[in-house]
């Protein structure tokens, strides 16, 4: 039996094994991706870059970016998570970093959406005021709810995967 051990390539060291950590993360996070999207695409939800793009600039205004970065950032520890818990790595993972990380995520991601809110709201009420009542006016004020609206939520939706993993991280960590 100790022969047959002694075949079996010996465990990477060292830098290359957190590179090959980090490759695992990140082929695991792009197959956790397309896992959503193929879930999304059965529900019936029709996804294209142009339209996507489009929506999220009219429902999140200036801070889709901001959850755009956050979001991938989310996804990235999750697929880091499943890497560990299913012991596909042998370099285990410092999580202190990430749980500050994902506590800053999930305290500043509600304030990015009410600053747009609020950003949406004032643009609005200018935009109202500024026009004579009529169709253009009402138009402008119901777009920049909608962005006030939209970016609430994704604040929302945002922190709450935050606190999730960041619970998850902590009890992984022992610091539960």
Known sequence: MKEAL???PAAPAGRLALMLREV???????MLAVGVYLVLLTIGVQIDPHTTSRKAAEFLGVTGPVFLIAGAFLAWVAGALVVEMFGLTSVPR?????????FYVEN?????GLLEC???IVSALLAYSAAAA?????????????VALGASAAGCFIALCAHSLKTVVMYRDGNA
């Open 6 to 8: 002694d075949l079996l």
């Open 94 to 102: 410092n999580w202190a970093p990430l749980a500050a990380a994902l």
């Open 118 to 120: 609020f950003i949406s």
């Open 24 to 30: 695992d993360t990140l082929v695991v996070t792009a």
């Open 108 to 112: 500043a991601a509600p304030f990015v």
């Open 134 to 146: 009529g169709p253009q006016a009402q138009s402008a004020m119901i777009a920049n709810i909608a």
